[in-house]
């Protein structure tokens, strides 16, 4: 071989031999949009805690389509990940993805919203079903009696339907006492502001008098808004999730009553300690809780949610360092 090609030659072995040494762990990490503004916090703080771990995170969004996750989850899956992370677009198709995960031996972690109907391996979140309850006992205690309208979450997404759970726990027996009347009652499409829009308008269309509304979370708020203030009727209370910057500021101002916090660093330093021992193999036998997710129990962490209003505030979100007291105060 001459000296030059004998050199190209080494290099080649060397690469190989070295990348062979220190294979980093890869999570692959799939996410549904960044329309709503925790999700970029989520990957940003995930990412960090994984690295901090010795891992590597490759991302992926989709916007809102599952069938580009699909995509997606195949192309990480064939480029070589040892571990899948999931914020799901839809709870039923992303079954599709955790079981082709497992033909290539990669567990899966479900990251905030569950994914129904499959194998999964590992679910983690808040505990949607308190944030319903806080939305709805917060908002009673503040207009115990009059008019309801519920626009709930996306339909694609569990954590809807666990909301709601929540939420019509306290207000069931409101309506049986006739204090309540629930007088709209929807699914978004998409956790939008457009549908926030769309369906508080359909809702205003009915010509009912609304005292309250419990919307799945602050991008519906707004949209909702938006439709309340082009019908020029008084803002009836109004609760949310998320404690989105625009929502916060609104809570203070006094447009909007309540939203529910959701500390995004603990949810995604937890996932990062477990989409690493996932990728090392761990099974996850020894967590005290687990869901039905109508195929298996699947392990889970829930974490707690926390009520933000006027009150609280600064000890929730800003005390956090979620959100800056003056940006909030502006
Ligand atoms: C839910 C999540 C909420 C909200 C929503 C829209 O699954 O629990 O916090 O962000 O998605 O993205």
Known sequence: ??????????????????????????????????????????????????????GEVITDVANGDPAVQLQQARKMLESGID?????????NEAAKIVELAHKYNVKVLSYDRLI??????LYIS????EVGTLQADYLTSVCPQGNYALIGGAVTDNNSFLLKIGQMNVLQPLVERGDIRIVYDQFASRWTEEEGYRLMKECLELDQEVDAVIAGNDKLVTGALRAIHEKEIRTPYIAGQDAELLACQRIVGGEQTMT????????????????MQLASGDKFTNLNLSVNNGKRMV????????????ETIRLTVVADGYLKENKIYE
């Not at 129904?116 to 391996?121: S, T, V, Y």
């Not at 392990?299 to 006027?310: T, Y």
Request: with cysteine; net charge negative.
């Open 1 to 54: 071989m001459r000296p030059k090609k004998l050199l190209i030659f080494a290099a080649m072995v060397a690469a190989i031999f070295f990348s062979g040494c220190n294979k980093e762990t890869v999570i692959g990490l799939l996410m549904d949009s960044y329309e709503t503004e925790r999700w970029e916090r989520d990957k940003d703080l995930f990412t960090a805690h994984v690295t901090e771990l010795g």
């Open 83 to 91: 571990a899948l992370v999931i914020v799901a677009v839809d709870q």
């Open 116 to 121: 129904k109907n499959c194998d999964l391996d």
């Open 126 to 129: 808040f505990d949607n079903v």
């Open 260 to 275: 529910v916090y959701k500390p995004i660093e603990a949810i995604a330093a937890k996932a990062a300690d477990f989409a």
């Open 299 to 310: 392990p889970a962490v829930m974490l707690p949610p926390m009520i933000v209003n006027k």
